[in-house]
Structures are given as structure tokens and as C-alpha cells.
């Protein structure tokens, strides 16, 4: 997925069934449509996500495949907002699965003409949901692989107060983690030139991978104990995607040149749907190396520190 450009993916709730898995019988087959009950109006949707940018490894977009889900809630009669629940809304976790356009399981209609109703959109999907306010996701410890990487992204999105529409409701998403990106510059002692010779790492520390995801409010915490992140080395950057928290003074990045270590020691907090970028400029001192840390314009603060 790629921040500022908006895809929309109309799904047809009236289009051929398209199961999230096999059928029971484990025979993938073509289901024959289904016409339109009377009177009912099918819901569409379309989505548009913003957040960190180039999330997605390789490509900037939904793949084939991915699933997402779905929740509709109805207003009350009143026209107030009744509580996203795990069972009992008006759609209950509805997978869409991706192939160029988005299909759900099996079609879904409004409730009538008249009924407002609020739409919970999530990524990736899970078959079973147990509490909406606290769904369990987490980033790899070990990020250097493309599959590793994408595997940590999470994108929640909702639209409210919808009335009931032929158009397809637009659901704004936006992914919810924080993205770190770690870009080596050469200093004093170093040029381009020996710095790509060399056997060069880099490691993100005290970080927290698991988390609940709130489906509603989008609100992420982290959870369980703290584990060492090795970023996914791209071109000459080294990113991660990372569970939004506030870590601690401590050496929050090692970058091990040739076998030396170089530690930053550092407190940060990490923002949801922020990418935070950390040029790190290497120079070869009598204590080690200064590491001078520039902020992406994004997070708009300032976190310079010198590594020793």
C-alpha cells in the first residue's frame, strides 16, 4: 500500500461467491451468482489508505489474495451509533478477499432504505475475532526478508454514519503501525566508497513486536516483552515496521561496522501511521562514532544524539 495514492476497489456484494478458503469439501469451484433479493440493495465499497508510506515491500498496492474484513453496524432507530461488537452487528467480519477487485464471501445487503449504518474495515483478516477493542497482531522480530516485513502491516479504516446508497461507500484506511527507516551517511574516517565495503548491520533494540489492535478507534498497544528488531535491508536503507510505544532510554540502534558495535543510546516514542527516519551519519572519532540523527519531516521533532 502507498501513502497519498488512492486505489479503489469496488466490491459487489451481487458478484460470484468467493470463499476466504476451500470449501468444506476442499474443492476450489465457481459459485453460481445469486440474484438480488427484492427489495434489497446490495452494499459496495470502496477504500482509500493513507498512513506509512511503502509498506507493502514489493509491490505499492494490494496483492492477489490479500483478505481483508468487514463490519457493518446499524444506527439506532434514534439515528445514534450502537457499539462495534464481535458478534451481533448487521455484518459480522465479512472476508473480502483481493484479485483485482474485492469479493466477499458471500453477498451482503443493507437492512432497508433507510438505516444509516457505520462500516469497520480491517487488514489482514482473521477468521476469529473474540474482542473487537483488543485483536492480537505483531511484527516480526526478524524483518530482512520481504515476507517477514509485510507480514507486520496493519491497516484499520471505518465510515460512519453511511446512509444507504447504489454508490459504493468510501472507507478511508490507514495503517496503523509506525514505520522506522535507517539511512547510513559516511563522516569523518569514512567515504562511500569503504563504507559499502564494509560488513555493515544494524539492529533496533528494547522494542516491543506484539500488540492489540482496537477495530473501531484504530488504537494500537503494545504488549509483551521487549526483543532486538533486525530492519529489512533495501537499496541504502534499512527499515521496520514497528508497534507504536515509548521505549526507554538505552541503545535503541546498534550499527556494527566490520565487527565494531556503535550504539545510540536513546528514549523515542514511536508513532501510529508515522514513518520515522534516522540518518545516521558515521564518523570515526576517538571514542567511536557520532551518530547525528536527522527526523523525518513527518514526526516534526528533532532526534539528534551522538552514539559512542
Known amino acids: 500500500m502507498k501513502t497519498n495514492k488512492t486505489f479503489f476497489a469496488a466490491v459487489f456484494a451481487a458478484c460470484a461467491l468467493c470463499a476466504c ?12 451468482e445469486k440474484p438480488v433479493p427484492t427489495g434489497k440493495l446490495p452494499i459496495t465499497i470502496s477504500t482509500s489508505v493513507s498512513g506509512v508510506e511503502e509498506s507493502r ?13 468487514l463490519y457493518v453496524v446499524n444506527r439506532r432507530a434514534d439515528g445514534s451509533a450502537a457499539p462495534l461488537q464481535a458478534q451481533g452487528n448487521h455484518v459480522d467480519n465479512m472476508c473480502f478477499t483481493y484479485s483485482g477487485t474485492w469479493t466477499p464471501a ?11 449504518a457505520d462500516f469497520y474495515l480491517y487488514y489482514p483478516y482473521k477468521a476469529s ?11 516480526a522480530a526478524d524483518q ?3 515476507a517477514a516485513y509485510k507480514s507486520g502491516d496493519v491497516v484499520i479504516g471505518s465510515a460512519l454514519n453511511v446512509a444507504p446508497t ?10 496503523v503501525m509506525s514505520q522506522m527507516l535507517v539511512t547510513l551517511e559516511p563522516g569523518n574516517g569514512f567515504t562511500d566508497e569503504s563504507l559499502a565495503a564494509a560488513d ?3 539492529k533496533i533494540n528494547g522494542i516491543k513486536t506484539a500488540a492489540t489492535v482496537n477495530l473501531s478507534t484504530a488504537t494500537v498497544t503494545a504488549t509483551g516483552s521487549a526483543a532486538t528488531i533486525t530492519p529489512l535491508h533495501v537499496d541504502n536503507a534499512y527499515k521496520a515496521l514497528i508497534v507504536p510505544q515509548s521505549v526507554a532510554e538505552g541503545n535503541l540502534i546498534t ?15 514511536f508513532v501510529s501511521g508515522k514513518r520515522h527516519r534516522f540518518t545516521v551519519t558515521l564518523s570515526k572519532t576517538s571514542s567511536g562514532v557520532n551518530v547525528d540523527i536527522n527526523p523525518w519531516e513527518d514526526d516534526g521533532t528533532d532526534n539528534g544524539g551522538v552514539a559512542e
Open 129 to 139: 475475532v473474540a474482542d473487537v477493542e483488543a485483536v492480537p497482531y505483531s511484527v
Open 200 to 202: 555493515v548491520s544494524v
Open 255 to 269: 550499527v556494527t561496522v566490520d565487527g565494531r558495535d556503535f550504539n545510540l543510546k536513546k528514549a523515542f516514542t
Open 21 to 32: 478458503s476451500s470449501g468444506a469439501d476442499g474443492n476450489d469451484h465457481e459459485t453460481p
Open 144 to 146: 530482512s526478508t520481504e
Open 106 to 116: 458471500s453477498p451482503i445487503y443493507w437492512l432497508d432504505n433507510e438505516t444509516h
Open 166 to 175: 447504489e454508490s459504493a461507500v468510501s472507507i478511508k484506511a490507514k495503517h
Open 57 to 69: 515491500v514489493t509491490d505499492y498496492a494490494f496483492e492477489a489474495g490479500d483478505e481483508a474484513g
